[in-house]
């Protein structure tokens, strides 16, 4: 599994199966690393709304996770600044 995320790191899929196997593990501490990695393949690939929830769970879990809790601001921060370049497009003229 490590060889297929070494070689294609964005494969959400095989990151997902890491995330599987490392809950189902004799012990459940570090299940989060796995999960930060799906995360971030997530927003990798242009899925950003999944990344979050992804990055909320580990945060709701792990409430000192500086990761997850900077992922999450990181992605909150466009969605306030696309609202208001849309307002300001919408106020522009448009040339004649």
Same mark, same amino acid.
């Given at each position: 599994?490590?060889?297929?995320?070494? =070689? %294609? &790191?964005?494969?959400?899929?095989?990151?997902?199966?890491?995330? $599987?196997? *490392?809950? +189902?593990?004799?012990?459940?501490?570090?299940?989060?690393? &796995?999960? #930060?990695?799906?995360?971030? *393949?997530? #927003? @990798? !690939?242009?899925?950003? $709304? +999944? /990344?979050?929830?992804?990055?909320?769970?580990?945060?709701?879990?792990? &409430? @000192?996770? %500086?990761?997850? +809790? /900077? /992922?999450?601001?990181? =992605? *909150?921060?466009? !969605?306030?600044?696309?609202?208001?370049?849309? @307002?300001?497009?919408?106020?522009? +003229?448009? &040339?004649?």
């Amino acid at each position: 599994m490590d060889e297929v995320l070494r =070689l %294609d &790191p964005n494969s959400v899929r095989h990151r997902q199966k890491a995330v $599987e196997f *490392a809950f +189902k593990a004799v012990t459940r501490r570090g299940w989060w690393t &796995p999960t #930060l990695e799906l995360a971030d *393949a997530l #927003l @990798r !690939s242009d899925l950003p $709304e +999944k /990344a979050r929830a992804v990055y909320a769970r580990v945060a709701e879990h792990d &409430p @000192r996770n %500086d990761r997850a +809790k /900077a /992922a999450i601001a990181m =992605l *909150a921060l466009p !969605s306030r600044l696309n609202r208001g370049s849309r @307002r300001a497009r919408s106020k522009r +003229k448009t &040339p004649r």
